[in-house]
């Protein structure tokens, strides 16, 4: 029998989901939490097999109590079961610790085969959410900007031309503009304002105080 806790926010969502595994002999549900930080109690008090987890709640979010049911080596299993599937959703989840991801529209079967699946240590991906992470691996991992390149920028940022830049290095303005063609392919961008966005999201760059 694998024992579960029910993390959700909505009363009738732990309901359903309470009346959906009760009457089947292979699940025992152990307990419910409306949000993570009940979640944290009570998975560390109940150590079920698995842990359905909400993402969005008040108080404590699905993804802060991932983190620290890992953090406190809960040896739960904890399985995603949440309306959203996009990569701000996906990744941290998944990042945090998440043994799988499945959306609140997956049929019975499916959610109680993921369960169990879950049970047994493996990985469990909606198919849109295997889809995201798949990408996710296939993005090669951007090349870091060389110091010399990080000068150019610094110095555009600040609102210099290329000229100024040049003379500010001691290099010419020819080699500036060769420095910023690098930028632009490392960023993936086609102008100075784009570089000078991404390099600041990115943490290239730090806004000045």
Not at 3 to 24: A, E, Q
Request: no cysteine.
């Amino acid at each position: 029998m694998i024992s579960l806790l029910i993390v959700d926010d909505h009363p009738v969502v732990r309901d359903g989901l309470r009346g959906m595994f009760t009457p089947d002999p292979r699940f025992e549900v152990l307990g419910e939490a409306g949000d993570g930080a009940e979640a944290i109690v009570l998975g560390e008090r109940l150590r079920p097999d698995v842990i359905l987890m909400d993402l969005r709640m008040p108080r404590t979010d699905g993804v802060t109590a991932i983190t620290e049911l890992a953090r406190r080596e809960v040896p739960s299993r904890v399985l995603v079961l949440t309306t959203y599937d996009r990569d701000s959703d996906v990744l941290p989840a998944i990042h945090a610790g998440a043994s799988g991801y499945l959306l609140k529209d997956a049929p019975r079967e499916e959610l109680f085969r993921a369960v169990e699946a879950a049970a047994r240590g493996e990985a469990v991906l909606a198919p849109s959410v295997a889809t995201r992470l798949l990408r996710e691996v296939r993005q090669p991992v951007p090349e870091p900007l060389s110091p010399r390149e990080l000068e150019v920028l610094e110095l555009i940022a600040r609102g210099s031309s290329n000229r100024e830049a040049a003379k500010h290095l001691f290099i010419s303005e020819s080699t500036v503009k060769t420095y910023l063609v690098q930028v632009y392919a490392k960023l993936g961008v086609h102008d100075r304002a784009a570089a000078v966005a991404v390099a600041f999201s990115r943490g290239y760059l730090s806004p000045p105080p």
